[in-house]
């Protein structure tokens, strides 16, 4: 199997992208969740995020938004003790509020749909080669960040939100040369 470059050479790495990057997401919580994880990748690599997930899951009650949403200041004092996750006093204080407006957006239309309107309600296909094409963002990601933060979203920059469209599925950015970009291709909603 000729994986995309970037995945290993770590099992929970090889792992991540056979089975789970880009597989397309339509579960508002999930989406969420993989966003603030992407969120909290910032400035660090990714595979530290994946070693650290079942953590921020137990931290984060599941990622449950609207539990999330009703913590406040000794929450984020908890979790700044919690070593088993990323302790960027931003970044928590950002999931919190990140929790609220998720709320709202979900009631207003659901989060999944908002997000997914951006790409048609089908992931975008692309026919990459080499990882050197795949770019950092897009025009569409630098339009889903501007938008995440007018409704208030903190953590949600160009670069981040492309990575979030990446693995979420919105986007198909598995290499045309990895078997995974066929069997995720086959995968968009009817």
Known sequence: MERCGWAGPEQIYLDYHDTDWGVPE???????????????QAGLSWITILKKRENFREAFAGFDPDIVAAWGPSD??????NAGIIRHR??????ISNARVWQKIEAREGFDTYLWNYVGGSPLQNSWKTLAEVPAFTPLSEQLSKD??????????PTIVY????????????????????????????
């Open 90 to 95: 931003g970044k928590i204080e950002a999931t």
């Open 26 to 40: 339509y579960d508002s919580r999930a989406l969420w969740e993989k966003l603030i994880l992407d969120g909290f």
């Open 148 to 157: 995440l933060k007018k409704e208030g979203f903190r953590f949600c920059g």
């Open 163 to 190: 990575a979030f469209m990446q693995a979420v599925g919105m986007v198909n950015d598995h290499l045309t040369t990895c078997p995974r970009h066929t069997e995720v291709k086959a995968l968009i909603r009817r």
């Open 76 to 81: 984020v004092d908890r979790l700044l003790g």
